[in-house]
């Protein structure tokens, strides 16, 4: 049984993580992608796998991509912000990875 393994990580993660993908023999697809809350780049891995070879796939994953924590600008300013220059910028955590496991119902390669 096949299943894609979906996988969100940040930019900076994303070069080692295809290097161990390929070392591994793991077959992934790199798309650029953004985060809506962030409003910035991340990257997204298509992985279509071996049920057997998910496990492995995440240790992967879990032990090259690291949270950090960003600052970003709040989409919405407060009153205390109008008027002024000054922009505010507050601390989001950002998870290493954030991963979903799904079905292969059918899987061709032409
Ligand atoms: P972003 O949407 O840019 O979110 C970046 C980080 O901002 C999130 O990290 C989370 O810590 C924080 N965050 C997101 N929405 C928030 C909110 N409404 N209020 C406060 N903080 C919020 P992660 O959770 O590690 O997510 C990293 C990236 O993974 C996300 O980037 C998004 O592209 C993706 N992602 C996360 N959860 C998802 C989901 N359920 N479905 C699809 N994509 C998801």
């Given at each position: 049984?096949?299943?894609?393994?979906?996988?969100i990580?940040?930019?900076?993660?994303?070069?080692?993580?295809?290097?161990?993908?390929?070392?591994?023999?793991?077959?992934?697809?790199?798309?650029?992608?953004?985060?809506?809350?962030?409003?910035?780049?991340n990257?997204t891995?298509?992985?279509?796998?071996?049920?057997?070879?998910?496990?492995?796939?995440?240790?992967?994953?879990?032990?090259?991509?690291?949270?950090?924590?960003?600052?970003?600008?709040?989409?919405?300013?407060?009153?205390?912000?109008?008027?002024?220059?000054?922009?505010?910028?507050?601390?989001?955590?950002?998870?290493?990875?954030t991963?979903?496991?799904?079905?292969?119902?059918?899987?061709?390669?032409?």
């Amino acid at each position: 049984m096949m299943k894609l393994v979906v996988a969100i990580v940040q930019d900076q993660d994303s070069s080692i993580l295809s290097e161990e993908f390929r070392e591994a023999r793991i077959p992934a697809t790199k798309l650029s992608s953004s985060g809506s809350f962030l409003r910035a780049g991340n990257t997204t891995f298509l992985i279509g796998i071996e049920e057997e070879r998910v496990e492995e796939v995440l240790r992967v994953i879990q032990d090259n991509c690291q949270g950090r924590k960003l600052m970003t600008t709040p989409p919405v300013h407060l009153d205390a912000s109008v008027g002024t220059d000054i922009s505010y910028q507050v601390p989001v955590q950002v998870g290493g990875a954030t991963v979903f496991i799904l079905p292969i119902e059918q899987h061709f390669r032409f």
